[in-house]
C-alpha cells in the first residue's frame, strides 16, 4: 500500500478520489466533499489535479479517528457523472471478494 | 493435546485487558494510528484491502475440539461465517471490526487462545508437523519442543523487536511435513550415538523477494542446550541483522552475506558465553512440559477391521481412503488429512458450521483433537480404522471428503489481490479455476503427487518458489500477469523452482498449466516418475517449449 508521505508528490492523471479505511470497523470509505467519511463512492469528493488532490489527502490523513490509511485512488467519471473505480484493486475494494465467499452474511 | 499452566492463562486474559484498553483509547482519538499500529500488530491485527484482517495462533497446528469452536464462533459472531487457514498454522478472519476485536480475543482466550506474536518483528507462532506425535517413525513429540521455544520467547523483550519477523519450525521425522528449509531457523530433531535427543540446526531458509534454502549451522545440538544456541543465533542476528532496509532485514540475507562459515562462528562464540547460563535446560522443566501433553488411550485394535473391509467396495470411499488416510503409531489408528480443497473453492477456507461440525466429529472419533498443517487442510490425528467409513460418510456430508490431498487440485494459495493490500494479482481465482480443470479425480490420480502454490505477490505467503509449480502474480502496466515456475519443493529435498519462461496474462494460467501437465505426461519414464521428478531428469526445457511454443 502506498502511504500518504509517498503520495506527496503526487501527480494524478486524471479523476481521482481519498479512500481509505473506517477506524472502529474497517470498511473502505471515501472522503467526502462535505468533510466526512462515506461507504458509497458515489458521494467521493473528486480532485482534478495535484493541488486539490494533496489538499483532501493532508484534511483526511487529519481525521485519523475517523478512517486510517489514506491514500489517492483513481476513478473514472462517466458522462452522466457516474464514478467508477480506475483499477482492479479499487473495483475489489468496491464490491468485495470476486471468489465468491466461503460463506454469505 | 496441551494443557497451559496458572502462568500462561493469566498472560493470555492479561493480555486481553490491556488490548481493550487500547482499542478503547485508539477509538476515542487518544491514540492515533502511528502510535496504535504496533499494538494491534502485535495482537495479530493488520488492515487489508476490505477491513481489518486478524490472525490468530494454532501453536504447533494443535487444536482441542472446544477451541476449534470457540474459532467458529469467533467466525460467526465477529466475522462473516468463515476462516481462513494459513500456511504458518495460524487462522485468520478477514471482517473483523475494531471495536469488536477485544471481545473476540476474550472469548478466545477462555479456551487458551490468543493472537500474540502473529505478526510484527519478533517471534512467529512456532510451527511443527501436524503428524507430530502419531507419525510412525518419529524420533519423539516435536511439540514438546517447539512449545519450551514458545514458552521461553513469548514477550521476552530481547526478541520483541528484531530486525524483521522471525520463524521457527521443528520436525521430528525423516519426511519433513513442516518445511524447515525455509524458515530462519529449522530445526530437525535427532539422536546422537549415545541416543541423546538433540537438533540438527538450519538457518537463513525463507521466501519472499530473495528465497533461500536453509543451512545446517550445526549438525548436532544437545536438547538442554537448544535455547542457549537459538539465543545465540538471535544475537548475533540482532546485532548484525539490516534494520535499514527491510528488504534485507531477514536472517536469510544476514546469513548469505556474511557467509554460513563466518556467520556459524560468531553464533559459535555468542553461545560459549551463555551455554552454560540460566538458559541450560533441566530435564525437569522438558519433563513437566512433557507432562502437559495428554496422548489418547489407545485401543488395542485389530489392523483391519471388518468394516474396513467391507468399506473398500465403495470405489468412492477407497479413492478417499488412499488419498487421506495416513498410517498411525499405534496399531488400528489412523491420521485422516481433512482437504480444505473442495473443487471451486477458496484453498484454507472453512465455514464457522464445517469447524463445528469438525469439532463434533474430532469428539467422537479422534479424542477430541483437531491438528492444522502448513498445506492449509487439517486433520484428525488419531481415528480408529474401523470408524473411517462412518467418518468419510460425515465428512463427504459436510464437503470436507474431497479426495485429492496431495493431488494437483490441493493447490496453497496467499489471499491474493481479493484481500491483500500488498497483492499485485489475484491468487484465489487462479486456484478455483484450476480446480475445475482438474476437478476430474481420474485424471488428478493419474497426474500424481504434484504441488501447487500459488502467491500473489513477491511476498511469498503461497510459497510459490517451493511449489512444484509456483505460480507468482506480479503487475505490468496495471494489468495481472504471471509468472511460472517448476521443480520447487518444500520438503527434506528443498528446492526453489525455475522460470519457465515470460509471464503469461490471468486468463491463459490454467491453459498453461494444463500444457504443463500434458507434457509431463508425455514425458515421464514411467507411470510413478512423479512431476517433480521429470522435471529434475530434464530441466525445464521441455516444457518451456511445449508451453510457448504456440503461444
Ligand atoms: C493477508 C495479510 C498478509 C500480509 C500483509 C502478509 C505479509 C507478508 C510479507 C510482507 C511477507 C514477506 C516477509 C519478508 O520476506 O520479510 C510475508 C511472507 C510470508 N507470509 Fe504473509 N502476509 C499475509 C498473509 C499470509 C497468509 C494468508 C499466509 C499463508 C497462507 C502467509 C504466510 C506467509 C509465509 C509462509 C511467508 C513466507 C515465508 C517467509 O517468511 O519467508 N501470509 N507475508
Ligand atoms: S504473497 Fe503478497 S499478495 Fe499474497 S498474502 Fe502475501 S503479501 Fe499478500
Redesign the pocket.
Known amino acids: 500500500m502506498t502511504s500518504p508521505l509517498e503520495q506527496k508528490k503526487i501527480k494524478i492523471a486524471g479523476p481521482s478520489v481519498v479512500t481509505a479505511n473506517r477506524t472502529w470497523d474497517g470498511i473502505v470509505v471515501y472522503r467526502t466533499a462535505a468533510k466526512s467519511w462515506s461507504a458509497d463512492l458515489s458521494e467521493a469528493a473528486i480532485v482534478r489535479n495535484s493541488d486539490e488532490a494533496k489538499a483532501l489527502l493532508a484534511e483526511s490523513v487529519a481525521d485519523d479517528v475517523g478512517a486510517i490509511g489514506p491514500y489517492i485512488a483513481p476513478v473514472q467519471v462517466g458522462a452522466d457523472g457516474k464514478i467508477e473505480p480506475g483499477n482492479l484493486r479499487e473495483q475489489i475494494r468496491r464490491t468485495g471478494v470476486t471468489i465468491g465467499q466461503s460463506a454469505q452474511v | 493435546m496441551y494443557a497451559y499452566d496458572e502462568i500462561d492463562r493469566t498472560l493470555v486474559n492479561e493480555r486481553v485487558s490491556e488490548f481493550r484498553d487500547q482499542v478503547k483509547r485508539r477509538l476515542s482519538g487518544e491514540l492515533t494510528e502511528d502510535e496504535f499500529k504496533i499494538l494491534r500488530l502485535q495482537n495479530g491485527v493488520y488492515l487489508q484491502l476490505h477491513a481489518y484482517m486478524f490472525r490468530v495462533a494454532i501453536p504447533y497446528g494443535t487444536l482441542a475440539s472446544n477451541q476449534l469452536r470457540a474459532l467458529a464462533h469467533v467466525a460467526r459472531k465477529y466475522d462473516r461465517g468463515y476462516g481462513h487457514f494459513t500456511t504458518r498454522q495460524n487462522i485468520q478472519f478477514n471482517w473483523i471490526k475494531l471495536a469488536e476485536l477485544p471481545d473476540a480475543l476474550e472469548d478466545l482466550a477462555k479456551v487458551g487462545i490468543h493472537a500474540m506474536q502473529t505478526s510484527g518483528n519478533n517471534m512467529r507462532n512456532v510451527t511443527s508437523d501436524q503428524w507430530a506425535g502419531v507419525a510412525p517413525g518419529e524420533i519423539e513429540d516435536p511439540r514438546i519442543w517447539s512449545e519450551l521455544i514458545r514458552q521461553h520467547t513469548t514477550l521476552h523483550p530481547e526478541f520483541s523487536f528484531l530486525p524483521r519477523k522471525f520463524k521457527i519450525a521443528i520436525t521430528a521425522s525423516d519426511h519433513d511435513r513442516a518445511a524447515i528449509k525455509i524458515h530462519d531457523i529449522g530445526l530437525k530433531l535427532i539422536k546422537n550415538e549415545k541416543g541423546e535427543t538433540g537438533f540438527e540446526v538450519l538457518v537463513g531458509g525463507g521466501l519472499g523477494r530473495t528465497p533461500f534454502i536453509g543451512k545446517t549451522i550445526k549438525h548436532f545440538v544437545h536438547g538442554r542446550d537448544i535455547l542457549s544456541y537459538i539465543e545465540a543465533i538471535l544475537r548475533v542476528y540482532n546485532q548484525y541483522g539490516r534494520r535499514d532496509n527491510i528488504y534485507k532485514a531477514r536472517i536469510k540475507i544476514l546469513v548469505h552475506e556474511l557467509g554460513i562459515e563466518k556467520f556459524s562462528r560468531e553464533v559459535e562464540e555468542e553461545w560459549q558465553h551463555i551455554r552454560n547460563s540460566s538458559l541450560q535446560i533441566d530435564d525437569e522443566v522438558i519433563e513437566d512440559i512433557r507432562s502437559r501433553f495428554s496422548y489418547p488411550a489407545y485401543e488395542k485394535l485389530p489392523h483391519m477391521p471388518d468394516e474396513l473391509r467391507q468399506a473398500a467396495a465403495d470405489a468412492d470411499f477407497e479413492a478417499w481412503r488412499k488419498n487421506s488416510v495416513a498410517p498411525h503409531k499405534v496399531q488400528g489408528y489412523s491420521i485422516v488429512t481433512i482437504s480444505l480443497k473442495p473443487i471451486g473453492a477458496p484453498p484454507g477456507d472453512a465455514t464457522a458450521d464445517q469447524m463445528d461440525a469438525l469439532a463434533d466429529l474430532a469428539d467422537k472419533y479422534s479424542f477430541g483433537e483437531i491438528r492444522v498443517g502448513h498445506e492449509q487442510n487439517l486433520a484428525l490425528p488419531h481415528v480408529a480404522k474401523r470408524d473411517l467409513p462412518a467418518l468419510w460418510k460425515a465428512l463427504d456430508k459436510l464437503g470436507l471428503a474431497t479426495p485429492n490431498v496431495n493431488l494437483i487440485t490441493d493447490i496453497i494459495a496467499?489471499?491474493?489481490?481479493d484481500?491483500?493490500?500488498?497483492?499485485?494479482?489475484r491468487?484465489i481465482p487462479i486456484a478455483q479455476e484450476l480446480t475445475r480443470r482438474f476437478a476430474n479425480h481420474e485424471l488428478a490420480n493419474l497426474i500424481g503427487r504434484l504441488h501447487i502454490n500459488i502467491?500473489?505477490?513477491?511476498?511469498?505467503?503461497?510459497h510459490?518458489h517451493v511449489g512444484h509449480i509456483g505460480i507468482l502474480?506480479v503487475e505490468k502496466n496495471g494489468e495481472e500477469v504471471y509468472q511460472i515456475t517448476i521443480g520447487g519443493r518444500a520438503d527434506e529435498g528443498a528446492a526453489l523452482g525455475n522460470l519457465i519462461g515470460p509471464g503469461v496474462k490471468f486468463d491463459e494460467v490454467a491453459d498453461v498449466i494444463e500444457d504443463v501437465v500434458e507434457a509431463y505426461l508425455a514425458l515421464r519414464e514411467r507411470p510413478d516418475e512423479l512431476f517433480i521428478d521429470t522435471v529434475k531428469r530434464l530441466g525445464v526445457e521441455p516444457f518451456k517449449e511445449r508451453v510457448y511454443a504456440t503461444r
Do not use: E, M, R, V
Open positions: 496467499c489471499p491474493g489481490l484481500y491483500c493490500s500488498l497483492a499485485n494479482a491468487s502467491s500473489g505477490c513477491i511476498n511469498a505467503c503461497g510459490h502474480g
